[in-house]
């Protein structure tokens, strides 16, 4: 256990059916390093989010989280202790609005759904950090907007707004710009930088689109049948042979 | 609306007065059924089953102790209890397979009240409960005998359950199970206990149910079977989708229309349920309009207040 990891996943392994979607991966996140998880379809990224996360459980293999053994704690107790993820398809609470959509994790950090008898109108220490959230990421405007009928831009931005609302330590964002415009694409780098700044929360993206990754990023990972081929920074991932030849291909290194 | 509940015993005769009684008793079940269904998003088909739970409950505490106020608490106490247990098994599933679990549960006590001769009175049910005194500890005890009386504490009852629910889906609580309707897997990412937090749901709608059973007794003065059958489950759904899930009032408004709807339609034929059937039916399948029109009208309703 390295003190200064926020994350460490030792030996993890996934198998579905025949097929080792995570196949001993060994990785460590350290805090305030902004970390992009690259590889092929296939390769085992999406799978190793929800290990981490707790959406799947591993078959072998331990996750310390902050120094602590996380592997088998339900999902909502590692959200607790702050590790959170946004989705690769939309997945917000359509019904609700905007500003419910983010007070949702809020008050449940806070440890307010339990109350069955407050109003929500005086919930006021959690929505004025709602509606923080909504200003920071540009969707005061849509507050009393259902979520479900807002764009899909906008909905993007409030995954993310919903990602950062448990004031996590560590925040996985599954392709964060997937399906959006090359403005809307801007707009969201641009909050996740800002974000990593401002906030105390380490991210971790998994992204296709090297543009974003090689800008974003301080530390890659690349990952290929369920294992991490290489990892380091951008500068030397890009020199990297077997990286070029296994994923990258020539033309994205021009 | 409440006013002319309140004043409505100097208005109207008997039979109108248990017509409402009949109303407010689907409307506290109804309502405990959309905090399952519309808020939680689990569809039970076994409400009965608890309704029964609650209705023999309190006409078995009426037998051996004639109080009303412990009659009502029992009926609700061992309701939420049962409701607590069979929903600790319910909610490990979703969708189909919570439906059939409760619709099978619910049957299991629809057998019990059948088989269980010496303590349900099998086929004969219980009879000769009677509408016993209403004394709640502290308090000087209230006759509740005639029908004017039994239906204040009806009305009293049901207008405080109603006012609880307000408050419940309108809370932070509220809010939380609303979210894991919407998504579950991202209510967990939210930091929520989803299966607890719909258990939580479960053994209230469980509770409600029970408390509608146990105001039953009193007024016919006997319990049978049927009333813990599936057809009586249904009731509550029907009503619901009569009235709107997605609306708060939408399980009250729906249980007036069922029993009017029942009033007219018994008149001409002893058939119907099948109309009742039909009228759903038309209001289901115009239903997606009926979602998108309220839809359109609250984002411009939004849009008027981001505006100003």
Known sequence: ?254 | MVLILVVLPSLAGRYSLYLVIQILILSVFSLGFNLLFGYTGLLSFGQAGFFAVGAYACAKILLAVPNLFLGLLGGVVIAAAAALLLGFLSVRHTRIYFSMLTLAFGMMIYSIAWKWRDFTGGDDGLVGIPRAPLAIPGLPALSVASMERYYYVVLVVSLLAIWLMYRLVNSPLGLALQAIRDSESRAEFAGIAVRTYRLVAFTIAGLYAGLAGALLPPLENTVTPPIAHWSTSAEPVLATLLGGIHVFGGPIVGAFLFFMIKDVIVRFTEYWLIWLGVIVVALVMGFRGGVVSMFARRAARAEAASDR
């Open chain 1, 1 to 254: 256990m390295t003190a200064s990891a926020l994350l460490q996943v030792a030996g993890l392994r996934k198998r579905f059916g025949e097929l080792a979607a995570v196949d001993g991966v060994e990785l460590t996140l350290v805090p305030a390093r902004l970390t992009a998880i690259i590889g092929p379809n296939g390769a085992g990224k999406t799978t190793l989010i929800n290990l981490v996360t707790g959406a799947l459980r591993p078959d072998s293999g331990r996750i310390y989280f902050k120094g602590e053994e996380i592997t088998r704690l339900a999902t909502h107790h590692r959200v607790r202790k702050g590790l959170s993820r946004s989705f690769q398809l939309m997945n917000i609470f359509g019904r609700l609005s905007v500003l419910e959509n983010v007070l949702v994790p809020v008050l449940s950090r806070l440890g307010r759904t339990v109350d069955p008898f407050s109003r929500l109108e005086r919930e006021a220490e959690a929505r004025a950090e709602a509606e923080q959230i909504l200003a920071e990421i540009g969707l005061g405007h849509a507050r009393a907007h259902p979520a479900g009928a807002i764009s899909h831009g906008d909905q993007r931005l409030l995954e993310l707004g919903m990602a950062i609302a448990p004031a996590p330590a560590l925040c996985f964002l599954d392709e964060p710009s997937a399906g959006l415009t090359p403005v809307e694409r801007t707009t969201v780098l641009d909050l996740i930088r800002r974000l990593s700044v401002e906030r105390r929360t380490t991210f971790a993206i998994v992204e296709h689109d090297m543009d974003v990754v090689f800008s974003l990023s301080d530390w890659i990972v690349v990952m290929n049948r369920g294992r991490v081929l290489a990892e380091g920074p951008p500068s030397l991932i890009r020199e990297n042979r077997e990286v070029r030849e296994v994923y990258l291909g020539e033309d994205a290194l021009a």
